[in-house]
């Protein structure tokens, strides 16, 4: 029979890409310094499909804010970045200039019968430090940018980075950001085609996702540093269900954000302590991330357990 995050995988086949993405991922691994602490990041939410020939799909929140900002301030600490990312969320860097603000940066300059198109001066001094990171991360190597958009993507390439990660032992943190999916229709029990309005008001069952958190810690890559999110919309809930997801998985950390408030508060749970990281207003005005702090605890956790993990061999 198999576990359920077993049979998930007999079910589902490789998405259509699948292969050619984990080859870039595997590509990318090789070439990288195994004394390198490196991290994975999942970013934004995933879809659930309605139907094989998708016209409608169940969708998670997410904007990416998180995932992406985490990974600039994760390659500022030294680590390579592999980035798996819901398809036209945010990604590193060019979050800064989503939409027309890209637009509204540069100005057209025409001189005899050059036309040139320019930043314009007074953008140079916010667009300068972000373009030379983004220049000398591509130039080293240290950032990987995949994107999934279903479900089942998301779930292949989050098993195929796994097993990327495990020669790098300790030294690889895992940084779970993407809202994944609690419920799915399993693709054997999905209509082929677009459900028709004639038929009258569709009644949908959703199961539960398996989590896979559960083969990720144990058996994926038991020696990582796995940091997983907790999203509620309750604040009441929120810690005890930060707990109750710890105790299951006893993985290193689970960080617990309420929708509303997500960009100012977050709490870190972990086995013997917890961490409460705040902005304050002043912080928020001045355009502190609250990723920036995030990813400093948890880089200096990460650190303390690596020296942990080489002593105890
Ligand atoms: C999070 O909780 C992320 O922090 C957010 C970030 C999705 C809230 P944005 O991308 O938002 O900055 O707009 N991610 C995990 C959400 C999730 O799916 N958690 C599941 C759960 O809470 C299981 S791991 O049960």
Known sequence: MGSQWEQFYLIHSTPPDFEEKK??????CQHIDPERNIVLVTSGGTTVPLEHNTVRFVDNFS???????SAEYFLEKGYVVIFIHRLKSLEPFVRHFMGQKFLDILEVQKKEDVT???VKNECVNSVLPILTRYKLTK???DLLCISFTSLTEYLWLLRAACECLTPFGSRAVLYLAAAVSDFYIPSNEMPIHKMQ?????PTIYLKLVPKMLEPLVNIWVPNAYVVSFKLETDDELLIDKAHAALNKYKHKM??????QTRKQRVVLVMPNTTNEIQLSSEEMEAGLEIE???VADIAERHNLFMKGASYNS
């Open 292 to 294: 920036s702090k995030i």
């Open 63 to 69: 904007a990416g804010t998180r995932g992406s900002a």
């Open 197 to 201: 309005s004639e038929a009258g008001p």
């Open 23 to 28: 080859k870039e991922i595997q590509d990318f």
């Open 139 to 141: 130039e080293a190597g």
């Open 116 to 118: 040139s198109i320019m």
């Open 254 to 259: 689970v960080i617990g954000n309420v929708l």
